[in-house]
């Protein structure tokens, strides 16, 4: 079946250092969707993304879509304590069902 | 303020017991989901409904049942068929189509005595 796949399952960083986190589907998305779940929280909506090659930023948060809509990616530049919790990227399927991926836990050394 | 709220926050079911979770949003949005979240997985979906009286099988639909009476209303039944019900569910909705962006609530987190 469909699926999204998402990359690290977890990293660990200090305080200042950059972290990425990588989507890829078997299939072509219409659109991928970021959430943020924090520890003890449920997930919260971050951003859309529809445009082959799109590309936009939240403050210190990057978010690409690749050209063939296969993947994507989140970049964040100078990790704080306030980022940490476990970020999801999920595709639209082919029944139009959100797929998620499994989701890259972040944590942040101060 | 609008929103989504899930109870209870947490719930303990016996062996052989049917329990049922609730869900209720005044977000006035069309569709609404649930999901599973065990640790270290990403989120499953187990039902859905975008409109009222109509809902749809996830990929994990065994073992638990729903109903959507009204617009506000999705509340979950885990089943006793359901043999490993300890996880935490999410309910969520969407204004109507499954590819718009999801609300979720709190959630709540089932355990078996």
């Known amino acids: 079946g469909q699926q999204v796949m998402q990359i690290p399952q977890y990293q660990h960083v200090q305080e200042g250092e950059d972290f990425t986190t990588y989507c890829n589907s078997s299939t072509t998305l219409s659109n991928i969707q970021w959430y943020k779940q924090r520890p003890g929280g449920h997930p919260v909506f971050l951003i859309q993304?529809?445009?082959?090659?799109e590309v936009k930023k939240q403050k210190r948060l990057t978010f690409q879509f690749g050209e063939a809509k296969k993947n994507s990616s989140l970049h964040i530049t100078a990790t704080q304590t306030t980022d940490v919790g476990t970020y999801f990227c999920?595709?639209?399927?082919?029944?139009?069902?959100?797929?998620f991926g499994k989701g890259t836990k972040l944590s942040v050394k101060p | 303020d609008g929103g989504i709220t899930q109870s209870p926050k947490y719930l303990f079911r016996k062996e052989g017991q049917n329990v049922t979770l609730s869900c209720e949003q005044n977000l006035n949005h069309d569709a609404m989901y649930w999901y599973r979240q065990d640790p270290g997985q990403g989120l499953r979906l187990i039902y859905y409904s975008q409109i009222v009286n109509d809902f749809q099988k996830g990929d994990i639909a065994e073992g638990y049942s729903v109903s959507r009476e009204k617009k506000e209303s999705f509340p979950l039944t885990v089943t006793s068929a359901q043999k490993n019900p300890t996880a935490f569910y999410l309910c969520?909705?969407?204004?109507?189509?499954?590819?718009?962006?999801?609300?979720f609530g709190d959630g709540t987190r089932l355990s078996i005595l």
């Open positions: 999920a595709g639209v399927g082919s029944q139009g069902n959100l797929i």
């Open positions: 993304l529809v445009k082959s090659g």
């Open positions: 969520a909705s969407s204004i109507y189509l499954m590819d718009q962006p999801q609300h």
